[in-house]
């Protein structure tokens, strides 16, 4: 039955990611008609097509390989500065700009002259190459709502889950075994020498009363030392005495949650319990807007996780729990959240989560400014335009559109390190995976 559900799991994450596709292409093929540009295909996925039925002047598909999609526009790119697409040249980079130039009016037709695409106006091409990626954030920001809103999050509470039985320092938890993790060498946890036990609700710290999980969180990190703490145990107040040790343990923000990286603070040793919390609409929002945040850091700091990616592939280093994953990854992710002995709404809710952050990194990812990414397209018609706005109120001559086909080297060599960095993924994914229990 595991491995059933392990496979349905994986399924139910391709079919999502097959959904999310497709519904960031519709952005760009709905605003590029919209604005009377001829799109010769539509088509999810890579490689040999498996299946096509052309639709008026737009053939839809479905191709092999489920690891992206596109749309073909007609006239991406400006003919050269003499006029023509199909020169060629011996520089290999020139060959580049052209055969780019030659493609994207590979299919051009009579009366297709005042449907191209780079002579729509600078804010129209804006509005079509940003639809794609706002598809998958509206897609994300509903998902998440329903989730947040209709079902709630797991929320950490002042009541004691269970006690620690040693101190492990955070960058060793993931060297030692889970059902055995203490050693003779491990001191005892504070809470345990001090008699706390599983059930325990925190009334005070050192004569302040506890509010809350983040409230609790940061009195303890930052108050290493003798302490007087007050619990509720069987409907009775009980004041012990720890003493708490430093230790280095994991990165929190500002609301207690673990975010990257560690640092070294006050330790007491016992893990929260937890329960599920529905969230308002402005507390959802804030929410997104913390995992938006996180979102941009994580990739900011992708090159620095190369080193660690390159150790977990091939020299059996521990895979971080927070570690890049790919496709693969994430839908060996999505069948272990399937095979979880948990209640089957919580698994959904779970997998809803998944394929929203994965339209969350979408959208992210495909908003850097650089070729041959959405955002990069952007980036050109915001330049043209800054361009001519600038010509008409210096009054200079209209310098043209941009050629963004000049780019096209920049482009490969971008595609070339993203394809490198894709394969480092999927071979870490595949020999040493990050799984839930990380």
């Known amino acids: 039955m595991t491995a059933l559900m392990t496979v349905l799991g994986i ?4 079919v999502g990611l097959m959904v999310s596709i497709a519904w960031h292409e519709l952005g760009h093929l709905s605003t590029a008609k919209l604005f009377k540009i001829r799109v010769p295909q539509y088509m999810v996925g890579f490689g040999p097509t498996i299946w096509s039925r052309k639709k008026g002047e737009t053939e839809y598909g479905f191709k092999a390989v489920p690891l992206g999609g596109y749309i073909r526009m007609i006239g991406m790119f400006p003919p050269g500065e003499d006029g023509r697409v199909t020169a060629r040249s011996t520089s290999p980079w020139r060959s580049m700009i052209e055969d780019a130039r030659s493609a994207a009016f590979e299919e051009l037709q009579p009366g297709d002259e005042d449907r191209l695409f780079y002579t729509r106006k600078p804010w129209k091409r804006v509005i079509v190459m940003f639809a794609g990626p706002f598809m998958n954030l509206i897609l994300a920001v509903a998902l998440f709502l329903g989730v947040f809103m209709g079902f709630g999050v ?10 620690s039985d040693c101190v492990i ?12 993790p203490c050693t003779a060498h491990d001191p005892v946890a504070p809470a345990k020498t001090a008699g706390f036990r599983a059930g325990d609700t925190f009334v005070s710290f050192n004569g302040k009363p506890v509010k809350d999980w983040a409230q609790l969180s940061e009195d303890i990190r930052t108050g290493a030392g003798k302490a007087d ?3 509720l ?3 009775k107040q009980v004041t012990l005495h720890p003493t708490l040790t430093t230790n280095t343990v994991a990165r929190t923000d500002k609301d207690g949650n673990y975010v990257d990286g560690t640092v070294k603070a006050g330790f007491l040793g016992f893990s929260p319990a937890t329960h599920i ?8 929002v804030s929410h997104m807007g913390d995992m938006a945040r996180q979102g941009v850091s994580s990739l900011v700091s992708l090159p620095q996780r190369i080193p660690d990616l390159w150790n977990s592939a091939f020299n059996g280093a521990p895979r971080k729990a927070d570690s890049p994953m790919g496709v693969v990854g994430a839908a060996r992710v999505g069948g272990e959240v399937f095979a979880l002995k948990e209640p089957a709404v919580d698994r959904i809710m779970t997998m809803v989560m998944l394929v929203a952050g994965f339209n ?3 959208f992210l990812f495909n908003m850097l400014p650089l070729l041959p990414l959405d955002g990069g397209h952007i980036a050109g018609a915001l330049w043209e335009s800054i361009r001519r706005h600038t010509a008409r109120v210096f009054r200079r001559p209209d310098p043209g559109p941009f050629d963004v086909a000049k780019l096209m080297p920049v482009a490969y060599v971008v595609a070339g390190i993203f394809v490198s960095f894709t394969l480092l993924v999927l071979i870490a994914d595949v020999v040493n995976p990050v799984k839930l229990s990380s």
């Open 277 to 284: 919390e529905q969230l308002g609409f402005g507390a959802s």
């Open 360 to 362: 969350l990194s979408l």
């Open 169 to 180: 320092s955070q960058s060793d938890t993931s060297k030692r075994d889970p059902n055995n």
């Open 229 to 231: 703490i007050v619990v």
């Open 233 to 235: 145990r069987d409907g």
């Open 11 to 14: 399924v139910v994450f391709a």
């Open 154 to 163: 797991n929320t950490r509470t002042t009541v004691i889950g269970q006690v």
